[in-house]
Nanobody, 117 residues
């Protein structure tokens, strides 16, 4: 069974940095996407970053130039380096593994990121 576990959340002041990690356990194969979502209180879940199993990346407009997503397929991990953090980056960040062909998706439990002075 595939499981995702996020780590690295915490509290930081505006302008600071955090690095989130997501470890994937279990076996899987085929083309897939590793995605980071976030959800702020009272708001819908928002796609932050995507990296495919062939290395293509994409970012949400609100984080472009500040966040960098990377993937280590050998270790089944994905990370999200977040720089120049703003208060509006606050939320619970979720890691997601998605298989576009089958539509199957797995979610992590989420990790809290709080940006506040």
């Amino acid at each position: 069974q595939v499981q995702l576990v996020e780590s690295g959340g915490g509290s930081v002041q505006p302008g600071g940095s955090l690095r989130l990690s997501c470890a994937v356990s279990g076996s899987f194969s085929g083309y897939n996407l590793m995605r980071w979502y976030r959800q702020a209180p009272g708001k819908e879940r928002e796609l932050v970053a995507v990296v495919s199993s062939i290395g293509n990346k994409n970012y949400g407009d609100s984080v472009k130039g500040r966040f960098t997503c990377s993937r280590d397929s050998a270790k089944n991990t994905v990370s999200l380096q977040m720089n120049s953090l703003k208060s509006e980056d606050t939320g619970v960040y979720y890691c997601n593994l998605y298989f576009p062909v089958s539509g199957v998706a797995y979610w992590g439990q989420g990790t809290q990121v709080t940006v506040s002075s």
